[in-house]
């Protein structure tokens, strides 16, 4: 199974840890993110990964190396030059899948319940896109239909409503509202419209535009439990969030 790891971004609100070294290389409990979540990844059957890096990329291809690629297919696709956002960086790492399936999505910093197989294995061929949802309270939604197909994005606090629909242009608050985990699966289906999209582009902006004429659909997952450790203070909250999962196998 195939998997990408979104592990480019600067780390900014874990400064001062990241003025000498990437996020994915931040340990908790001992180990650096992006061992954390590959392990993860390894233990659910994804032997077939790609990790995009632009801060201290070197660092990030040198910690793979020394690690074997983890015993699995790694391939890396280097945003050293420039930052692609999200769209871009699942634009230029799909050319490095070794084969065509459709592929997870997941941010190096993420931690949550999920069991990452059975939502691959359910999903990733019935869909263009597959995207993991909450009922987590926030201020800004994606809109579903009673199909849990994308319709539109809503920011409650702006007011600001994005659909390639009218009606849900007019009418937002008839529709299903459920918030982002960041983690999706992306089918091979997909890039030939991103042929027409520059090279840094978010991926959202692109679902909202590709839900019209393709099926990016939702799995609502009431019970997920996920914590961004994107702040130093959420370092602490990351070790018991591991104590407390390995307790539970």
Same mark, same amino acid.
């Given at each position: 199974?195939?998997?990408?790891?979104?592990?480019a971004g600067l780390g900014t609100r874990l400064k001062p840890l990241?003025?000498?070294?990437?996020?994915?290389?931040?340990? /908790?409990?001992?180990?650096?993110?992006?061992?954390?979540?590959?392990?993860?990844?390894?233990?659910?059957?994804?032997?077939?990964?790609?990790?995009?890096?632009?801060?201290?990329?070197?660092?990030?291809?040198?910690?793979?190396?020394?690690?074997?690629?983890?015993?699995?297919?790694?391939?890396?696709?280097?945003?050293?030059?420039?930052?692609?956002?999200?769209?871009?960086?699942?634009?230029?790492?799909?050319?490095?899948?070794?084969?065509?399936?459709?592929?997870?999505?997941?941010?190096?910093?993420?931690?949550?319940?999920?069991?990452?197989?059975?939502?691959?294995?359910?999903?990733?061929?019935?869909?263009?896109?597959?995207?993991?949802?909450?009922?987590?309270?926030?201020?800004?939604?994606?809109?579903?239909?009673?199909?849990?197909?994308? /319709?539109?994005?809503?920011?409650?606090?702006?007011?600001?409503?994005?659909?390639?629909?009218?009606?849900?242009?007019?009418?937002?608050?008839a529709y299903n509202r459920f918030a982002f985990s960041g983690i999706?699966?992306?089918?091979?289906?997909?890039?030939?419209?991103?042929?027409?999209?520059?090279?840094?582009?978010?991926?959202?902006?692109?679902?909202?535009?590709?839900?019209?004429?393709?099926?990016?659909?939702?799995?609502?997952?009431?019970?997920?439990?996920?914590?961004?450790?994107?702040?130093?203070?959420?370092?602490?909250?990351?070790?018991?969030?591991?104590?407390?999962?390995?307790?539970?196998?």
């Open positions: 199974m195939n998997a990408l790891i979104l592990a990241t003025d000498t070294m990437p996020k994915a290389l931040v340990p /908790v409990n001992g180990k650096p993110l992006l061992m954390l979540l590959v392990e993860r990844l390894k233990m659910s059957g994804f032997d077939n990964l790609v990790i995009n890096v632009h801060h201290f990329a070197q660092q990030i291809i040198d910690y793979i190396y020394k690690e074997n690629s983890f015993g699995i297919n790694v391939a890396i696709s280097d945003e050293s030059d420039m930052l692609l956002d999200t769209g871009g960086a699942i634009k230029k790492a799909a050319k490095l899948f070794e084969n065509s399936n459709p592929f997870l999505v997941h941010n190096v910093d993420v931690f949550h319940n999920l069991n990452l197989k059975d939502i691959y294995l359910k999903n990733a061929f019935a869909a263009d896109a597959t995207l993991v949802v909450s009922d987590r309270v926030t201020s800004r939604y994606l809109l579903f239909n009673d199909d849990y197909n994308l /319709v539109g994005w809503t920011n409650l606090n702006t007011g600001e409503v994005k659909s390639p629909f009218e009606n849900v242009r007019k009418n937002p608050a999706h699966i992306f089918s091979h289906s997909l890039l030939k419209r991103m042929d027409k999209w520059p090279d840094r582009f978010s991926i959202i902006d692109f679902y909202l535009d590709a839900c019209k004429d393709y099926t990016i659909r939702a799995v609502n997952r009431l019970d997920l439990q996920l914590l961004d450790v994107g702040k130093l203070d959420s370092l602490e909250q990351a070790k018991e969030f591991l104590n407390c999962q390995t307790a539970k196998l």
